[in-house]
């Protein structure tokens, strides 16, 4: 089978991790997919901000949790995460966010590490406290924070795919 339908077919997201850190190669590695995502007219107009120390981490979730109102909410500790953020006014920010975290987690499967996509970030990003700790992490005051990407080695084995949608293409 072909290894890029071969990687796509095996990723899933990952939410329980190894306390094992990234390796600044393979991140990089991942960094690289991630900027050379397409973007709407190659405008590019997004940052990728690494977190890597477990406090910052959970002092991010801490905020989140809060505005949440959801005590439990701990971004699934993961040993890094990648806030993927866009311009607020690009009006493609979402769709340029989507490709560039497809190919992250592509990525990290590659490379043998598990990933997941959250989500919460994108209504919260503006809360005046969730605001400040994305100041502290040197997000621009301009992006909003569109997805998060979280990263590292799968504690565990990866859960088997659900069963394909039927009927989802149309030949026309
Ligand atoms: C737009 C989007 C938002 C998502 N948000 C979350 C999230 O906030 N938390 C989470 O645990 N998973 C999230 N996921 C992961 C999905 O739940 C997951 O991709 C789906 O259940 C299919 O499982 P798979 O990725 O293992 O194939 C999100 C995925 C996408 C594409």
Known sequence: MNEVLQN???????????DTPVESEKLKTILQ???YAPSGMGKQSWQFTVVQKKEQIQKLAAVMA???QK???????PAC???????????NHLADTGCAMENIMLMAHALGLGSCWVNQLKELSDVPAVRAV??????PQDHGVYAIAVLGYPAGDLP??????????HYA
């Not at 796509?8 to 190894?18: C, Y």
């Not at 995460?81 to 009006?91: R, T």
């Not at 994305?134 to 997000?139: A, C, E, K, N, Q």
């Not at 088997?160 to 293409?169: A, D, H, L, T, W």
């Open 8 to 18: 796509m077919l095996t990723r899933r997201s990952v939410r329980a991790f190894a």
């Open 33 to 35: 997919a991630a900027t």
């Open 66 to 68: 809060e505005a949440l």
């Open 71 to 77: 005590p439990e909410y701990d971004l699934y500790r």
């Open 81 to 91: 995460m990648i806030l993927v953020s866009g311009e607020k006014e690009n009006g």
């Open 134 to 139: 994305l100041d502290g992490f040197g997000v």
């Open 160 to 169: 088997q795919p659900k069963p394909r949608r039927e009927g989802v293409v």
